[in-house]
């Protein structure tokens, strides 16, 4: 059976060709851990419902006068790693996706 035909990297302004998204020389520059090993599993998604409960409303969008349900828990400091920021409940907010995207691509 043929196999596919190789694509060009995705990384920019790399000339190589690859099997997958990147070439072997920049797959580890993209690569990263999944939700549940960076520490996004059952614990944290049982604790974003119960946040998102208790904190129903986006807050960004509410300091703009607009009322949007919020559909996701924020870590307003990026917690990197760390667990303890990981958890306070007083680093987190109720942000809807929108607000959070726009959050995220900042780079806050």
């Known amino acids: 059976m043929p196999r596919k035909p190789k694509r060009p990297c995705r990384h ?22 999944n939700a549940h090993r960076r520490g996004y599993g059952r614990e944290w998604r049982a604790a974003r ?3 998102l409960r208790g904190h129903p409303l986006c807050e960004e969008c509410l300091k703009r006068g607009t009322i949007v349900p919020a ?11 760390d667990q303890t920021l990981f958890w306070d409940e007083g680093n987190w907010q109720a942000l809807c996706k929108a607000c959070h995207d726009r959050k995220t691509g900042r780079g806050l």
Do not use: M
């Open 71 to 81: 559909t996701v828990v924020d870590h307003i400091i990026p917690h990197r790693g």
């Open 12 to 33: 920019p302004g790399c000339p190589n060709l690859s099997d997958g998204v990147y070439c072997e020389a920049h797959r580890g520059l993209y690569a990263r851990e």
């Open 49 to 51: 419902d119960r946040f």
